[in-house]
Structure formats: structure tokens, C-alpha cells
């Protein structure tokens, strides 16, 4: 296994990437899914290390870069955080982008990656913040009740926005971040209870994202939110991928319409610009728009003799 990895760290609006631009054992699989499904299964200790403790936390959000595997792409992306592998990642491209950026390797304007999830674009603005174009985001159901411990009886809707999100409202939770314990504590209810209730969204997969919503402190924003990732953390952005499915479900209840702007907050006061560009049958395609900043470039060391290379 490879003793070097070469990272560069950013933030998007508060929430941590590591983008492994080389040193990362070379994919052999020839999809994007295939490739994440061979990262968790022949060098999942790597991810471990790159992103838990004594190196990182578990805030950290990796973005490992391969060759492309569609015509026009400049890179594949597999996302990973302190639980395993994410199917899409808003936050962390906007950071890919700005590394690839930071790094030479591109330039203002269009680029295409590939991700799990799918292919998707991005627009580098010469103001530095980058427009994501997400991939399909679709609202499954409505309205669905659950009984969370501690919290009664709830309801929220499922929605896809490149992962699983439960988006329901925060009620008498506060959204500020001097209350995160409570609103991980409560969000982690409600990921075991959708779990014990068996609601999940297409062919099974669970929902590990949970979105609480309410109203924005900024006078521009149109709502707040704290999103829990899956595992420990909760999103310090405003969650690209939660933001995208929060359109589905604002445009089947009809409250967004294609082309309007919806300004998310999160729960550390950044904001995403949301917009449905379009449709696709039953799904609508969201852009999102946000900034992010290079934090650092370095080269990580694995010491063989250091019992805890592989994270704590
Ligand atoms: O921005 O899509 C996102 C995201 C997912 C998990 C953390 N950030």
C-alpha cells in the first residue's frame, strides 16, 4: 500500500474537503460505481486514514480523483466521509473545482466530472464561486409519518439529491449551531426510526441524510437548515445535495417553479443558491451555486510502524 498521499484542503461554506489529487492506489474497474465499490472493498483503511483521526475528524468530506471515464470530463470523483463512500457530494465538487483550479488544471468556465452518481457540470465564475449542476433530483413521498423517540410523531418528505435525505421541519428545534448537540441528537432519532420503520427511498436504499428546515436568519435566504451526514457529522454548509432535494420536493408541492432562485441557508449562516434549470419527467435538474476556499496543500505521510496510520 502507498506510503504518500497527496491532499489539498478547502472549505465550502464552512464544510471541510480533502480532495486526493495523487497517490491513491489506481482504480482498475471501469465505472464510476465500480470504482467506488473497489475503493470500499480493497482500500477502505486509506479512507480511513485520510479522513479519521490522528489526521483528520470526522467533519472531513475526501474526494479522490481517477482518470475520467466519460468523453469530456477532466476527472472522476469518488466521495467518502468518516462512514464510507457518498453517492454524490455539492459541496465537495465546488472544493474539487476549486483545487483543480488552485493546482492550474483548469480555468474559468464549463468543466464536466464524473461521479457515482452520474456525470455533472461545473461552471467556475470569475468571481471564484462555482455552479454546480446536479445531477436528477426526485421527491419520492410526501407527508410521511414516523415516531421518533423523545421527539412524538413527525413528518417529512423523502427526496433524492445525489444521496437520501428526510427533509422535515425543525418544530421548537433551534437551528444554531450552539445547539448542535440536540439537533444531532435528534437527527440521529430519526435516521433509526426511519430505519426501524423500514422507509427508504428507491429499491431500498437507505436515508442517511437527514434535513431539519425553518426560517432563515438572513433577511435574502429563503429557509435555514442542519443536515446530519451519514455517520457522526453534521454538514456545516448548507448541503448541495440536501438543497437539491429540498427543490424536488419544494417543486411537487408546487411552491418553485422551473428557473426561480432559492437562497439555503445552513446551520453556520453560508448560503447555496439553488435553482431548478429544468426537468427531466418526473425529476427536476438543480443547479447550485456556492464558494469554497483552499485551505491547504500537503503531502500525507503512512509510517508503516505507526499503529494508528489507518485512523483511530
Ligand atoms: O454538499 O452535497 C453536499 C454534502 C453532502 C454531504 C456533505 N455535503
Redo the contacts with the bound molecule.
Sequence with gaps: MTGWLHVVDSHTEG?PTRVVVAGWPSATAGDMPSRRDEMRLLHDPLRRGLLLEPRGNETL?GAILTPPVSAGAVAGVVFC?DAGY?G?????TIGVVRTLEFLGRIGLGLVHLDTPAGPVSADLHRDGSVTVSNVAARCTALDVELDVPGLGRIAGDVAYG??WFFLADAGGLRLERENAAALLSATKAIRSALERAGITGDDGAPID?VELFGPARRADADARNF?L?PGAAY?R?P????TSAKLAALYRRGRIAVGQRWLQEGIAGGVFEGCVRALEGDSVLPDIRGRAYVTAKATLRFDPADPYRFGL
Design positions: 464544510e468530506v466521509n457518498l454524490m457530494c455539492v459541496h465537495a445525489g444521496n441524510h443536515v451526514c454538514d454548509s448541503c448541495g445535495t440536501g
